[in-house]
Every structure is written in structure tokens, then in C-alpha cells.
């Protein structure tokens, strides 16, 4: 098979690239990016023949489905919105299966996460959603939408966990990236970048959809936030919570829910931190004026903290999931939880984070490639990933040493 990489020079695109170049059914990878340097530099960094650099401006759509139509399936690892609505818009009118990581729900737009996305003249979000969707489908093409971490790795076994009840009532997940325990004590939020921070404080800032009491609500991000305390895999840490963007597939997959929320973890003291700063306006987007130069507020305090939150030497980054499902089965009120604790890899030089989105995308496009998920048109993880194939994508993670605890136990 071969497998195109969209962004394969960025950090995601390369964990992409670095898995399916050990795996003896791929025949060919694809790394796609504006600059020929960069990816030949990941080229050399794999250590496979199997890799091919393709400098290509993604916005072209006329070259950009050329290039599709020599490959079997893509892999979207682009950072950002427009270039990744672009490049799905150019995929469903070439019927070209894709893969892609960010958490857009493509069928469903969110009015909050759609910066860069030049709607057709005449169609409003949803016509916009219900039109890719449709045109994947009549043009025979599968679009795996959310394939990473959070959304994808969440989703999937979230979706699991509602398959395993006669009837789920409530679903949440608990996902996030963050430093090490030692690491955090360097930087300030106990924060360390492991993904653009730009893209990190919007999604601080905006409004999302929930399911509270069986009906579709919109809350502020960073609301009903949630100490808890993670010992499984042998830690015993205190951990914190809040409500952020990040699986808006199940708005629309799992309407049955009477809750429903994805809520962001992080190191006790960050959420205190960051609503100090909402509270001060540091944090927003519109110039003030300072000594006659308008300045936007969150521009001036990512140009003052990016630097602060640079890994340094020694820095390892972690990523923690847990997830919890209640309903009934047989009759009793059941609950299923998912646990992991993944740490970056010093063998590798990948980050935790790069681990756990960049292979399951990797996964979801080889199983895509292989006919394996049936779905056409917009495909959420929690449905691509069914139970007739969940076993094995599981089996995928344990291989790659990503570690999911389940546990299902009757609540009292």
C-alpha cells in the first residue's frame, strides 16, 4: 500500500512517517510539505527508502489531487484549519481516502473551530458538512475524521466502553498532554509546549457544545473542572480537570447520552493559572493601546511565555487518558473505565504526544487502505473503529507500547 503524509515534516507527521516505515505492507510513504529541505531531512532521519518528499503547495488543488491520486490513502498532520479544510475539500471531490488528526467533527462543523475554512458561496456550516459528507460518499471514499489522541484514541475506546452497556447514560473523557512531574517544576502553568500553545489558548477561550440532562448545551470552556487522583500503572498523582473542545463527534454519533463532556488534564495550579490571565484580559484577542501601538493582549503574552515553556534538556513529556462510561447491563448499573499513562520515548527522541496521536492516525490509515473500516463519507472514530476491529487497533497500541487499563465494575 502506500500512504500519503500531509505535513509530514511537522512533529506529528514525522511519529506518522517513523511508524509506517516499519511496516513491511507499506510500500511507500509520501511526506508532503512547501519546504523540500525539511522533509528530506526527515527522510534521512527514518532511514527508509520507502520515503518519498513531495514539495507541493496543498493549497494548489490541482496538483494536490494529482499527487492523490498516485497514492492509496492520506494522512492529514497539518496544525492548521485552512489548509486542512482545503486539503479535505480536495480529497471527497477526488474520492481519495483520508486520514486526520485535528478535532473537527467535518460533518458537524464547530462555529468556534473554523478559522481558515472558506465556505462554498451559497451553504451555511452544516449544508457545508452534509455536502462533504454526501460527495464522499457518492464519490466512494472514506474520511476517518479525528484519528489522534484526543479526539481518536478518546473516542475509541469511549466508544467502546458505550458498546459494552445494554444502555449508556453518561460519557466522559479525561485527556491531556503534559510535562513530566519533574519537568513541570521548570516551567510556569506547569505547562511545557508538546503542540502549538496558539491552538492551546484558543481552546481555552471559546464556547462547545456538552450533553447535559439528554440536551445539546453550549458552556464556556474551562467550566465544571474536576480534581481526581490517577494511581493506576503504578502512579499516585493528584491531576485536575476542565471542560475544553476536543470529541464533538459524540454530539452527533451518541445523541442517546444523557451527559457527555471531554475535559482537558493538566497539573493542579494551571487552571487557577490560566483563569487569572482570562481574568486580567491577557488572554484576549482584541489591540490595546499601549504608549500610541495597539497590541493584541494574548499576542504580547505568547511572544513572553513560548520561550518559558520550551522543553528543555531532560524534558519528557507525559499523556493521560481516563475515561468513564455508566449505564446499565443485565439490569445493574454499571460503569467502564479507561486508563493510560504514556511517557515520551528516549530511544526514539518521540514525544508522548507525537506517540499517541501520530500512531493511531498511522493505524486508522493503514486499516483504511486495507478496506477494514467500511464506513464512506465522514467517519468518526468511535464508528470506524467498530467492534468487529477494535480488538486488533488495540492489539496495534499495545505493539507500539501504548497501554490501555480497562475496567468494568458494578456501581453500588
Keep these: ?32 510539505g512547501r519546504r523540500k529541505e525539511a522533509l528530506e531531512k526527515i527522510k534521512e532521519w527514518t532511514g527508509s527508502e520507502k520515503v518519498r518528499a513531495h514539495s507541493l503547495d496543498i493549497l494548489n488543488r490541482e496538483e494536490t489531487q494529482s499527487l492523490m491520486g498516485k497514492y492509496d490513502v ?4 497539518l496544525p492548521d484549519r485552512k489548509t486542512s479544510y482545503n486539503l479535505v475539500h480536495s480529497a471527497v471531490e477526488a474520492g481519495f481516502h483520508i486520514v486526520d488528526m485535528l478535532e473537527e467533527y467535518h460533518k458537524r462543523p464547530d462555529p468556534y473551530e473554523t478559522e481558515g475554512l472558506e465556505l462554498p458561496q ?11 459528507n454526501e460527495k464522499g460518499k457518492e464519490n466512494g471514499m472514506t474520511f476517518l475524521d479525528g484519528m489522534g489522541f484526543a479526539p ?25 498532554g503534559i510535562p513530566s512531574k519533574e519537568a513541570a517544576q521548570n516551567h510556569p502553568l506547569r505547562y511545557m509546549i508538546t503542540w502549538a500553545f496558539e491552538h492551546v489558548l484558543r481552546e481555552y477561550m471559546v464556547k462547545l457544545n456538552v450533553i447535559k440532562n439528554g440536551e445539546v448545551v453550549e458552556v464556556n470552556a474551562m467550566t465544571d473542572q474536576e480534581r481526581f ?20 463527534s459524540f454530539i452527533d454519533t451518541r445523541p442517546q447520552l444523557q451527559e457527555f463532556a471531554e475535559k482537558t488534564i493538566r497539573w493542579p495550579g494551571h487552571w487557577e493559572g490560566i483563569q ?14 499601549i504608549k500610541g501601538v495597539k497590541v493584541s493582549p494574548r499576542e504580547f503574552f505568547l511572544s513572553i511565555i513560548k520561550p518559558k515553556l520550551q522543553p528543555l534538556e531532560g524534558d519528557r513529556d507525559v499523556c493521560v487518558m481516563w ?20 511517557e515520551a520515548d528516549p530511544k526514539t527522541g518521540l514525544s508522548s504526544m507525537a506517540r499517541v496521536t501520530g500512531f493511531p492516525v498511522a493505524v486508522g490509515a493503514k486499516f483504511t487502505a486495507e478496506g477494514k473500516i467500511k464506513g464512506k463519507g465522514i467517519v468518526a472514530p468511535e464508528d470506524g473503529i467498530d467492534e468487529k476491529i477494535y480488538s486488533e487497533f488495540m492489539d496495534e497500541m499495545e505493539k507500539r507500547n501504548i497501554k490501555v487499563l480497562e475496567e468494568i465494575k458494578e456501581i453500588k
Excluded: H
Aim: charge should be negative; proline fraction near 2%; glycine fraction near 14%.
Design 1 to 32: 500500500m502506500k500512504i500519503l503524509v500531509f505535513g509530514g515534516s511537522g512533529l506529528i507527521g514525522q511519529a506518522v512517517t517513523w511508524d509506517l516505515a516499519k511496516d513491511d505492507q507499506v510500500e511507500t510513504i509520501g511526506i508532503v
Design 276 to 289: 487569572t490571565l482570562k481574568e486580567c484580559g491577557m488572554l484576549d484577542l482584541n489591540p490595546v493601546e
Design 74 to 77: 492520506g494522512v492529514i498532520a
Design 152 to 176: 481518536g484514541l478518546s473516542n475509541v475506546t469511549t466508544g467502546e466502553g458505550i458498546r459494552k452497556l445494554d444502555k449508556a447514560e453518561t460519557a466522559i473523557a479525561r485527556v491531556g
Design 323 to 342: 475515561n468513564t462510561v455508566t449505564g446499565m447491563k443485565d439490569g445493574k448499573k454499571m460503569r467502564v473505565d479507561y486508563y493510560m499513562w504514556d
Design 122 to 132: 451559497g451553504k451555511s456550516l452544516n449544508e457545508y458538512g452534509d455536502w462533504l
Design 229 to 248: 487522583k490517577f494511581d493506576k500503572f503504578g502512579k499516585n498523582e493528584e491531576l485536575m480537570c476542565a471542560v475544553t473542545p476536543g470529541m464533538p
